[in-house]
């Protein structure tokens, strides 16, 4: 794994939102390691910085794509990034969403907002190999309709439940309305099986993953997408440090039983 | 009934009581657009969503009417029945075809008040819906989803 940034170039660019897009990008030389569903690039704007993005598509190519919501400068560089223009990767870092893990029983996907992104491989990964699995249930919500990504995808993802919400309603929306955890009693799942995989800001991830546990999914079995600002991406800074955790190297992805009792001590 | 209705209120009710209640249901098939009660009506009725989708909604004076909240297979429509002085909070619509069970809430109420220990179970079952709903309700005062996501989002630089 390299330290320096390997040049990438933009082969494609959709607008997801009026605030992201998503970018596919190609190796210009040699491409890094793959990545797996749930891990992150250190990716460069040149003359900017470099922010972690999580993989939202993998391609057998050595190709991969990241969505990015502009936020700061750099986001905000990137999601400039036209087709022809080149960015910089290093990675991949951090764990991995685990998906095999769950052979045999239910899988739950549950996004909030952008967070379906770094979901969207391990959809796939679920759909390809869905006799791998029992019921595979996809729940996103959003804080209004505009905020919605992947919207067409969706609806062409044969699970057994998909459902979408959003917290404000505007005229043209007529699906649900209401936070994404009252999704959760219409998707089919036994507790004794499932795997959740939860990615979205940490109010969102907090309010879905105890509702799960009170459902009597196992803390272990409920696997969530942690985030903390990053500097290194290889444990050496500290910045991401979470109590015991460096998010960059023991995360993003950890089980809520280890999750849970950081996320609940203030200012940690 | 669905596997998953008989899953929610296998887990809100006891096996008789459950029995119990389900005896004095009846099956209520509503169109789109249908109205199950309006705000500020008489709670005399509720619902349990066998399958569609019910919306809650709140009359803003000068506004349209904006929906809350929407509920759907399995889902409690409607709580204001137990508790005095039983008038709706909100109004329900029908926001797609609506099968349903319909329960006469004086009927049952009656129910519970001759059978402490069914009334106990309904009071816990409807307790549990509306702690849930409280919970979701603060969810959405704290914006759930207001913090930007680092990792899809770039948000740290």
Known sequence: ?268 | MTPSITLRLEHALPAEHRERLLRVAREAELPPGARLFEEGGRADRFWIVREGTVGLDMHVPGRRTPLVETLGTGDLVGWSWLFEPYVWQLGAVATTRVRAYEFDAVAVRLMCDDDPEFGRAVGRWVGGVLSHRLNAARARLVDLYGSPAVFTAGGAP
């Open chain 1, 1 to 268: 794994m390299t330290a320096v940034p390997v040049p990438y170039l933009v082969v494609d660019r959709r607008r997801e939102t009026s605030e992201s897009v998503t970018l596919r990008l190609e190796p210009v030389g040699e491409a890094l390691a793959d990545f797996a569903p749930g891990q992150f690039a250190m990716v460069h704007c040149f003359g900017r910085g470099e922010i972690p993005l999580s993989v939202s598509s993998v391609q057998s190519t050595g190709g991969l794509a990241h969505t990015i919501r502009s936020v700061g400068a750099v986001s905000e560089g990137l999601c400039a990034a036209r087709v022809g223009d080149v960015v910089g990767l290093r990675g991949p870092y951090g764990s991995s969403w685990e998906l095999p893990r769950a052979r045999g029983g239910d899988v739950l996907v549950v996004a909030g907002g952008i967070g379906l992104a770094p979901l969207r491989p391990l959809v796939l990964g679920a759909l390809a190999g869905s006799r791998a699995y029992r019921r595979l249930s996809v729940l996103v919500g959003a804080r209004t309709p505009a905020d919605l990504i992947a919207r067409t995808e969706l609806d062409l993802w044969p699970t057994a439940y998909t459902g979408v919400t959003v917290d404000w309603p505007d005229p043209t929306w007529h699906g649900d309305v209401g936070v994404v955890t009252q999704l959760l009693g219409r998707a089919p799942f036994d507790p004794d099986t499932a795997w959740a995989f939860v990615c979205g800001p940490e109010p969102m991830i907090r309010a879905t993953a105890r509702d799960l546990a009170h459902r009597g999914v196992p803390p272990e079995r409920i696997r969530v997408s942690l985030e903390r600002t990053m500097r290194c991406a290889t444990g050496t800074c500290g910045h991401c440090q979470l109590g015991p955790l460096l998010v960059c190297r023991d995360g993003p992805v950890v089980g809520w039983d280890r999750a849970a009792p950081l996320l609940s001590v203030r200012e940690l």
